[in-house]
T-cell receptor
Framework: GAGVSQSPSNKVTEKGKDVELRCDPI?????LYWYRQRLGQGLEFLIY????????KSGLPSDRFSAERTGESVSTLTIQRTQQEDSAVYLC????????????FGPGTRLTVT | SQQGEEDPQALSIQEGENATMNCSYK?????LQWYRQNSGRGLVHLIL?????REKHSGRLRVTLDTSKKSSSLLITASRAADTASYFC??????????FGTGTRLTVIP
């Protein structure tokens, strides 16, 4: 079946504008994660959704970042009033269940804030 | 921070040689996973080793875990040019989050 998809693949925006990134997880996967990866760095955890439970937002770097997920479907990550330091690749991953080790990653959205 | 740290940061070897990457972490874990990343985009899961396991194999990959030292190693045998990529370890605790290390950049020279 289809893997995790993300859109857009690339986004260039001006400083101060809002952006919305989309993630379509694998069908039936209850867990969904967002990560940020700056150039040459590891992955920073941002937020985790598990089914209909309250999301774990502990990794969101500021209140300019928010994410939503409706049920076990699409998720959107919104960055308001973007700053140049927000430039990074934003990766989404889904997992079948709460304790089912492997995460399946999407190709990421490369965000460039000018 | 629970983030793992890989060592070395970069590794360059000749095709056919073995490549060994190490990962150290700080807290108790449920499992440790290794991922591969090509060209700075999506990651691909390679292997998962649980905290009660000491060694695991998958094809040309061999992973060891030493929970007393809070460390893991990934061995790629008989490397190929196609193995060139960044390799990340990730630790999972009871919170169901994965905490990634900073990665090892492997270059296999044909």
């Amino acid at each position: 079946g289809a893997g995790v998809s993300q859109s857009p693949s690339n986004k260039v925006t001006e400083k101060g504008k809002d952006v919305e990134l989309r993630c379509d997880p694998i069908s039936g996967h209850t867990a969904l994660y967002w990560y940020r990866q700056r150039l040459g760095q590891g992955l920073e955890f941002l937020i985790y959704f598990q089914g209909n439970s309250a999301p774990d937002k502990s990794g969101l770097p500021s209140d300019r970042f928010s994410a939503e997920r409706t049920g076990e479907s699409v998720s959107t990550l919104t960055i308001q009033r973007t700053q140049q330091e927000d430039s990074a690749v934003y990766l989404c991953a889904s997992r079948k269940g709460q304790n089912d080790g492997e995460q399946y990653f999407g190709p990421g959205t490369r965000l460039t804030v000018t | 921070s629970q983030q793992g740290e890989e060592d070395p940061q970069a590794l360059s070897i000749q095709e056919g040689e073995n490549a060994t990457m190490n990962c150290s972490y700080k807290t108790s874990i449920n499992n440790l996973q290794w991922y591969r990343q090509n060209s700075g985009r999506g990651l691909v899961h390679l292997i998962l080793i649980r905290s009660n396991e000491r060694e695991k194999h998958s094809g040309r990959l061999r992973v060891t875990l030493d929970t007393s030292k809070k460390s893991s190693s990934l061995l790629i045998t008989a490397s190929r040019a196609a193995d060139t990529a960044s390799y990340f370890c990730a630790t999972e605790t009871g919170a169901n989050n994965l905490f990634f290390g900073t990665g090892t950049r492997l270059t296999v020279i044909p």
